[in-house]
């Protein structure tokens, strides 16, 4: 409303009044977030645009990104509960619990870092906030996260399988937590991309080292076990208390197996270290693209 | 209002990578000794678009007027110096630049306005202005891929000059299109300058550029050799060209004029004073006052009438008459008498010029200086009143089947 009341005077409606400057120094980091952040419509359009390209011309659309999930728990329920006799109860509401908020990082993580090399044509001929573009490739798994946890949901109402009441409340914290990490790693390494086109095939195999070393097929009390007093080890992974605190709220375990028997604030400490780290990326990976976008253009 | 464009000093250099080192390994197999020349695509530019006029960008391929349009677009970012303003910005750098194959038309719409920084209501606002103008209300709802060129091009053109800008940043798109949608857009860039939006344009047509702008910097391998007004700058421009022995487009392959011997006035006198027009069977002189800054020997001058269509009449020179010029020194009066005008009813333009014996070297050249007007000529159709009578006679029908 606030840009069209001091248009009213004029008929045509005009885009946001932008005062500029393009000065050899790169903008400030409340600038580019301030930039961002006055085209946030632009990131919602580009999410969309993603979405419907993704699926343009497939039958099956919106459903190939449930496939993906159910495929993984076909697969990991027969090779961990049939093959290697995994003691874990419900194991389908456990897996997915943890891979859902998984593929949500990892897909939005590698379109993230891919979506400024696969825009270039935008890149070199108009401007705007380039940080939009690995956002709304973020944007775009968020909605396919949203998706797949109604195969979730649907799964835990077939079993009878109810969630934490309490632990619900590690959710939204949990997911801001993770969007925080996504952002500020995917705003870097889009940037990165440009410049070492080896950043995303790197990435894949990163990503791959992380799943295993994030308790996802597998349960965290055998880690926890192995490393004993100096279990804080795990957590240098800023994942895993996100993972957890899914696993926490929505598979519940009963006391004692499967997670720690710790309490409800316990998981929110650990999720406290993610937030800061969160926040830590997203400081540096915006500024680090601040300096890498000067010459996005040409090299791209 | 906006405040116009402010360009201070403005160096843009690129490094071009012998070859792009673009993978870890080639990085680390040419690490410490990455090979690359450094280009001064925009060297210490410097000059102000007033608010609410219009500057042209003149200069040959590779000069650098894209790479400033981009810095003020910000696509690019100067090296040193910076470029100001305040108003909103559209850029006219490719038309459609931002549409996506596998979206509609009015997706695209929606999503290239909100990479001008459009709000969804904004943009409702405006989407019906824009279809209109794109001519292309029956395929808005196709998908753009199957869009012809000519399609696409008025798409985003439409899209750009509906958002309203205060400032317009346009780059030689116009020669997309049709000739009738050329004209529209001619005629919305009028309506720009009519309502006061700055406008900085870049073109390869000398005259487009002498037609639509206040003023013109030109841009000669990354450095502004001239900026003012527009005849004094293409005169940069062309010499700048003939140095490299290129022409300007739009020139019809002319030379560029040198200026050495310049034309100070010209008229043309009447036979009779009273009246501003001739007579076919009248007298004509067109006279020409002609200053020399040095000493010069090799010169002729010329003459060339056109008529309103653009149909050359006549041309001719000193030299083709036989008047030998031995040498100019400071002012020359030159008459062309023309004893008799034998030209149909109508008016003519009379362009002058000055150059060497050879015509390889241009001195001055003014098109279209002059203009007289030819009355009560022979009631004919054409271009040149040629005396003739008719004669009608029986013919003796006897005499031939004989």
């Known amino acids: 409303m606030n840009d069209s009341q001091d248009d009213s005077h004029r008929q045509v409606p005009r885009p946001v009044a932008r005062r500029s400057v393009a000065n050899a120094e790169a903008p400030s980091l409340l600038q580019r977030l301030g930039a961002v952040w006055t085209y946030r419509e632009l990131l919602g359009n580009l999410t969309r645009k993603e979405l419907k390209v993704k699926y343009k011309n497939s039958i099956l659309g919106f459903m190939w990104s449930l496939l993906n999930p159910l495929l993984y ?24 619990s943890g891979l859902l908020v998984w593929n949500l990082f990892s897909t939005g993580l590698a379109s993230a870092t891919g979506s400024i090399v696969g825009n270039a044509s935008l890149v070199q001929k108009v401007w705007f906030p380039r940080e939009v573009l690995p956002l709304s490739s973020i944007g775009a798994a968020l909605v396919h996260f949203f998706l797949q946890t109604l195969v979730l949901a649907s799964a835990m109402l077939v079993l009878r399988h109810a969630p934490s009441p309490t632990g619900l409340l590690l959710i939204v914290p949990a997911l801001i937590c993770l969007l925080l990490i996504l952002s500020g790693l995917g705003v870097f390494l889009s940037a990165l991309n440009v410049k070492l086109r080896d950043i995303q095939h790197l990435l894949e195999l990163v ?12 349960e965290y009390l055998p880690i926890q076990e192995r490393l004993g007093s100096s279990s804080w080890i795990a957590f240098i992974n800023p ?46 990976g915006f500024m680090m693209f601040g300096r890498m976008e000067a010459d996005l253009a040409e090299e791209i | 209002m906006s405040t116009g464009i402010t360009i201070d000093s403005v160096t843009k250099e690129f490094r071009i990578h012998d070859q792009q080192a673009k993978s870890l390994k080639e990085r680390f197999i040419s ?29 040959h391929n590779g000069s650098g007027k894209s790479t400033l349009l981009k810095c003020v677009a910000g696509t690019l970012r100067p090296n040193k110096g910076s470029i100001r303003y305040e108003g909103r910005l559209a850029a006219l750098l490719e038309l459609g630049a931002g549409f996506h194959p596998d979206l509609t038309g009015r997706e695209n719409i929606y999503l290239n306005g909100s990479i001008m920084g459009m709000s969804s209501r904004q943009i409702d606002r405006i989407f019906d202005d824009v279809v209109a103008f794109a001519e292309l209300s029956a395929f808005i709802d196709q998908q753009v891929k199957y869009y012809s060129s000519g399609m696409y091009a008025r798409l985003g053109f439409a899209m750009a000059v509906n958002v309203d800008p205060e400032i317009l940043l346009i780059d030689e798109v116009l020669a997309v299109g049709d000739e009738a949608f050329s004209r529209k857009c001619l005629d919305r860039i009028d309506q720009f300058q009519k309502a006061g939006t700055t ?15 206040d003023q013109i910097a030109v841009l000669d391998a990354g450095k502004m050799i001239a900026f003012g007004d527009p005849n004094d700058a293409v005169r940069s421009y062309r010499a700048s060209l003939h140095e490299r022995g290129l022409t300007a487009a739009g020139d019809s392959g002319e030379i560029a ?21 001739v007579r076919p069977d009248e007298q004509l002189r067109i006279h020409a006052v002609y200053e020399s800054a040095m000493k010069i020997d090799d010169i002729l001058f010329a003459i060339a009438l056109h008529d309103q269509r653009g149909t050359l009449i006549h041309s001719s020179n000193s030299s083709v008459m036989g008047t030998e010029i031995h040498e100019i020194d400071g002012r020359v009066h030159v008459t062309y008498l023309l004893t008799h005008i034998p030209l149909l009813f109508g008016t003519y333009d009379v362009s002058l010029g000055a150059h060497t014996q050879n015509g390889g070297y241009l001195y001055s050249q003014e098109d279209a200086v002059l203009r007289f007007n030819v009355g009560d000529s022979a009631k004919a159709d054409g271009i040149i009143e040629m005396p003739f009578t008719v004669t009608v006679e029986p013919v003796d029908s006897r005499v031939g089947s004989d």
């Open chain 1, 73 to 96: 728990l076909i697969v990991f329920s027969i090779v961990f509960q049939q093959i290697l006799r995994a003691q874990i109860p419900t194991y389908a509401i456990f897996l997915l």
């Open chain 1, 207 to 218: 990503l791959l080292a992380w799943f295993w070393f994030t308790p996802i097929v597998y």
């Open chain 1, 239 to 284: 994942v895993l208390p996100i993972v957890m605190a899914f696993q926490r709220a929505l598979y519940n375990p009963p006391s004692g197996i499967v997670l720690p028997d710790e309490s409800l604030l316990w998981y929110f400490r650990n999720l406290g270290v993610s937030a800061v780290a969160g926040v830590v990326l997203v400081i540096v």
């Open chain 2, 31 to 59: 690490m410490g000794r990455s090979s690359y020349t450094e280009f001064l695509a925009l060297d210490d530019v410097s000059f102000e678009v007033p608010s609410g006029t219009t500057v042209g960008l003149l200069g």
């Open chain 2, 199 to 213: 406008i900085l344009f870049v073109s390869h047509s000398v005259e487009l550029a002498r037609e639509l702008c």
């Open chain 2, 257 to 277: 004029a040198t200026g050495e011997v310049k034309l100070v006035k010209s008229w043309v006198e009447m036979p009779v004073e009273a009246r501003d027009w």
